[in-house]
Nanobody, 126 residues
Framework: VQLQASGGGSVQTGGSLRLSCAVS????????ISWFRQAPGKEREGVSC????????YYADPVKGRFTLSRDNANRMVHLQMNNLKPEDTAVYYC????????????????????WGQGTLVTVSS
């Protein structure tokens, strides 16, 4: 199993980035895929998640209306489109996969995920 996150970079306030998580070695229909982030000096927090069973998508309040999560089953990718970025979005972003994990997905809780990718750094300057 491998989750490979990519797409991070440096942008100015109001800019956009698209993060991608390439997933291999597990059936996407059986796994929820989530994005978390960890800012310097802060705890890791949930950003968004898509359920494997019914494609329900959940967002943390700080990113609602600005971030959009999507899944490309054919290419086994999960994308996080981030628009109108703010300095407070600066963090290392991680993708994670959990078998089933419907409850974890909806609540964006940190624990319970089976596999994690390496992080990709997003820096938003004012």
């Amino acid at each position: 199993v491998q989750l490979q996150a990519s797409g991070g970079g440096s942008v100015q306030t109001g800019g956009s980035l698209r993060l991608s998580c390439a997933v291999s070695g597990l059936p996407l229909d059986d796994y929820s895929i989530s994005w978390f982030r960890q800012a310097p000096g802060k705890e890791r927090e949930g950003v968004s998640c898509i359920r494997g069973d019914d494609d329900s998508i959940y967002y943390a309040d700080p990113v609602k209306g600005r971030f959009t999560l999507s899944r490309d089953n054919a290419n086994r990718m999960v994308h996080l489109q981030m628009n109108n970025l703010k300095p407070e979005d600066t963090a290392v972003y991680y993708c994670a996969a959990g078998f089933g994990a419907q409850v974890f997905c909806q609540s964006l809780q940190l624990g319970g995920w089976d596999h994690w990718g390496q992080g990709t750094l997003v820096t938003v300057s004012s």
